[in-house]
């Protein structure tokens, strides 16, 4: 039997505003335990909370980038539920009417096809706090300062067909939330997360399969692992005549399985109902369509535009828009060099992402910037030195030895483009190796490369390399 995965992800994306929800607390990473919950979110008696208008704008703003329907009117609920990080005794959440429905997401594929995933829904709901087992021994503390934080769930269609492609998926929220400047995306924080539904049917079926939620997975790699080890368990269940029961599971990262947490509950076991402390958030026109002028070039527009502007392939265009900030530094290396954006496609997404990724740096902390890095190119483009002896530059500019031309200067590395003096390396190199050019000359193609190494060696690298080629060919024809 042939099986078919199904995949459908609800990614929790944390929007970020400076204070909570619908609280003024602060939402600031890291503070000490409990100083950032004031009595809203501690649940106290008589609290009444206020929604963030900041909040609502992050979320219509995600509504319009993804060309969704942006409810004019929707309305808070209460999903109730029992645990310790929960004081309140239930999460203020959307239910019957989310903010934003009904969109599309364009997600490209690692063989530059296009996919499009449908979404379901967005909504806006709080985040509950953090239960600490860690730190006590036979006790769990609980931390209030993530309660409250304002969190956007955005669902996805069951319409995802293997790990691969729901990583690609939420890869593409995720470069999307921070273009929006809607989230900082931090998934060692938790501000960006992941359950992941996972079925397996028949292939060819259309009925859909009994679906395990994987909770709470914050690194691409983990959605991956998890998913395929989530698959191969439910298909081996199916093969041996046993059926999937609907549950929530956790992956453990150490032993790479996923384990059972509970069974599913249903929407009914909430009990959800409408918050009566809270007004239906009501939307007008004007306000819409002003936060519909904030938004930026949004990746794909970007990706687009580097395909037809610099002549980029699909991989080339999608990798240097995957942030914002790497599409600026690129588009002013090929601004400042004026010509050639394949090679400094090339050098932003290999030498330099190399090199930042060595260091640990982002793209906005690197050691050599847009426009020395296109003034090094520039000489690639003069001649002034090959591309390899650039790698040398670079690094000697990463190392803070100063500008490509003082590097360039200093180390004597200007390559040698007078024909005369490439003729002289190569007949002293023919004088010196006849028993070689009597080989080659009786067939022996192949030292075709021992020589162009010697004149190399000779020149240190400097002797313009197309050169070398073109007049060796005829000297060595005799
Ligand atoms: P909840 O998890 O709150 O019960 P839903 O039933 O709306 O919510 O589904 C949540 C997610 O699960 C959605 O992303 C949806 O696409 C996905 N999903 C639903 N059914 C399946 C299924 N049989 N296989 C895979 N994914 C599914
Ligand atoms: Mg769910």
Avoid at 56 to 79: E, I
Avoid at 187 to 207: H, I, L, T, Y
Avoid at 238 to 244: A, F
Avoid at 280 to 309: C, M, N
Wanted: overall charge negative; glycine content about 10%; proline content about 4%.
């Amino acid at each position: 039997m042939e099986w078919e995965t199904v995949i459908g992800l609800e990614i929790h994306a944390q929007l970020n505003t400076v204070s909570k929800i619908f609280s003024g607390a602060s939402t600031a990473y890291g503070a000490e335990p409990n100083t950032q919950a004031c009595l809203v979110d501690l649940g106290y008696p008589g609290q009444l909370p206020v929604l963030n208008a900041e909040a609502v704008a992050k979320a219509v703003k995600f509504g319009l980038a993804t060309g969704s329907k942006v409810a004019r009117r929707s309305v808070f609920a209460r999903k109730n539920y029992f645990y310790p990080d929960l004081p309140k005794g239930y999460q203020i959440s959307q239910f019957e009417l989310p903010i934003v429905e009904t969109g599309k997401i364009e997600v490209v594929l690692e063989d530059g096809s296009i996919k499009v995933v449908g979404l379901t829904r967005a909504h806006l709901e709080e985040d509950a706090g953090k239960s600490l087992h860690e730190d006590f021994a036979g006790m769990t503390g609980i931390d209030l300062n993530r309660a409250g934080t304002p969190l956007l769930e955005i669902v996805s269609e069951p319409e995802m067909y293997n790990a691969r492609e729901a990583v690609a998926y939420m890869k593409t929220i995720h470069t999307l939330v921070r273009y929006l400047d809607i989230s900082d995306g931090n998934m060692q924080e938790g501000s960006f997360r992941c359950d992941a539904n996972v079925s397996v049917r028949p292939k060819g079926s259309e009925k859909l399969g009994t679906r395990a939620e994987i909770k709470n997975l914050n690194s691409f790699r983990f959605v991956e692992r998890a998913i395929n080890f989530e698959v191969e368990r439910q298909i081996d269940i199916l093969e041996s005549g046993g059926k999937v029961v609907q549950e929530t599971r956790l992956y453990d990262s150490v032993k790479d399985e996923t384990r059972s947490m509970r069974s599913k509950e249903e929407a009914n076991d909430y009990r959800y109902f409408p918050d009566p402390d809270l007004l239906p958030v009501v939307l007008e026109e004007s306000y819409i369509e002003d936060i519909g002028k904030t938004l930026p070039e949004l990746p794909g527009q970007k990706r687009k535009r580097f395909i037809d502007e610099h002549g980029l392939s699909a991989y080339d265009a999608g990798v240097l828009t995957a942030s914002r900030e790497l599409g600026d530094y690129y588009e002013h290396v090929v601004g400042r060099l004026g010509g050639d954006p394949k090679l400094a496609a090339n050098w932003v997404s290999g030498e330099l992402a190399g090199a930042l990724n060595k260091a640990g740096l982002d793209i906005t902390e690197s050691v050599v910037g847009p426009q020395a890095l296109a003034d090094m190119l520039g000489r690639v483009l003069d001649n002034t030195i090959s591309g390899k002896i650039a790698k040398d530059v670079f690094e000697a500019m990463w190392n803070g030895e100063g500008t490509a031309d003082e590097i360039i200067e200093a180390r004597g590395l200007k390559q040698i483009t007078d024909s005369s003096a490439i003729e002289a390396v190569i007949d002293q190199v023919m004088e010196a190796n006849p028993g070689q050019l009597a080989d080659y000359r009786s067939g022996k193609d192949r030292l075709f490369g021992f020589f162009v190494g010697q004149v190399m060696k000779a020149t240190q690298g400097k002797a313009n390399p197309a050169q070398v080629n073109d007049v060796l060919r005829k000297k060595l024809a005799g």
